[in-house]
């Protein structure tokens, strides 16, 4: 990615679990088919509450909750979306063996929570979200996105 080809590169600050969500709805207007959220970020940063708001822009109306031990949730949108965790994973060669591959290339939103332990499975023109939790308590949120993200997946 070249520096200034960005539709987003901001930081948002977030004081509430909504404003998290939030966040994340906001990014949602910007995905399209086949697009990726790399979520990172440690245990209760907020990934899967931030996926809770691209859910709501997608209309989904069943609760997401953490696919922690199914690994792969999908649920029905506009677009379907894909939310994986990465965190039980040994690495790309165990996500690929899932069908990792297929799911990202399947037509639907994915979203990969600890996507930092995929990072050969994470397609160039992924949307890179950063999580920090502030001695405060509230989230820093990072949201780097390529340009024509929704078009270099594949
Ligand atoms: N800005 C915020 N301030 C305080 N709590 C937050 C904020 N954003 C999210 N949370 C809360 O943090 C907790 C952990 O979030 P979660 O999304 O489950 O984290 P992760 O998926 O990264 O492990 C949840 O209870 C969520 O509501
Ligand atoms: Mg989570």
């Given at each position: 990615?070249?520096?200034?080809?960005?539709?987003?590169?901001?930081?948002?600050?977030?004081?509430?679990?909504?404003?998290?969500?939030?966040?994340?709805?906001?990014?949602?207007?910007?995905?399209?088919?086949?697009?990726?959220?790399?979520?990172?970020?440690?245990?209760?940063?907020?990934?899967?509450?931030?996926?809770?708001?691209?859910?709501?822009?997608?209309?989904?109306?069943?609760?997401?909750?953490?696919?922690?031990?199914?690994?792969?949730?999908?649920?029905?949108?506009?677009?379907?979306?894909?939310?994986?965790?990465?965190?039980?994973?040994?690495?790309?060669?165990?996500?690929?063996?899932?069908?990792?591959?297929?799911?990202?290339?399947?037509?639907?939103?994915s979203?990969?929570?600890?996507?930092?332990?995929?990072?050969?499975?994470?397609?160039?023109?992924?949307?890179?979200?950063?999580?920090?939790?502030?001695?405060?308590?509230?989230?820093?949120?990072?949201?780097?996105?390529?340009?024509?993200?929704?078009?270099s997946c594949?």
């Open positions: 990615m070249t520096p200034g080809n960005c539709l987003f590169d901001m930081t948002v600050i977030s004081g509430s679990p909504e404003e998290t969500i939030a966040a994340g709805e906001r990014l949602g207007e910007s995905l399209k088919p086949g697009s990726v959220v790399a979520l990172r970020g440690k245990l209760g940063a907020g990934k899967t509450c931030f996926t809770k708001g691209i859910a709501r822009f997608l209309g989904i109306e069943e609760e997401v909750t953490s696919p922690t031990y199914t690994i792969v949730s999908e649920y029905s949108g506009k677009i379907p979306l894909y939310h994986i965790d990465a965190y039980r994973l040994k690495g790309d060669d165990d996500f690929a063996a899932l069908g990792g591959e297929e799911i990202i290339g399947g037509g639907g939103v979203v990969i929570e600890w996507s930092e332990r995929i990072p050969e499975s994470i397609p160039p023109g992924a949307v890179i979200v950063e999580l920090e939790i502030l001695p405060g308590g509230g989230r820093k949120i990072s949201i780097r996105a390529p340009e024509n993200h929704e078009y594949y």
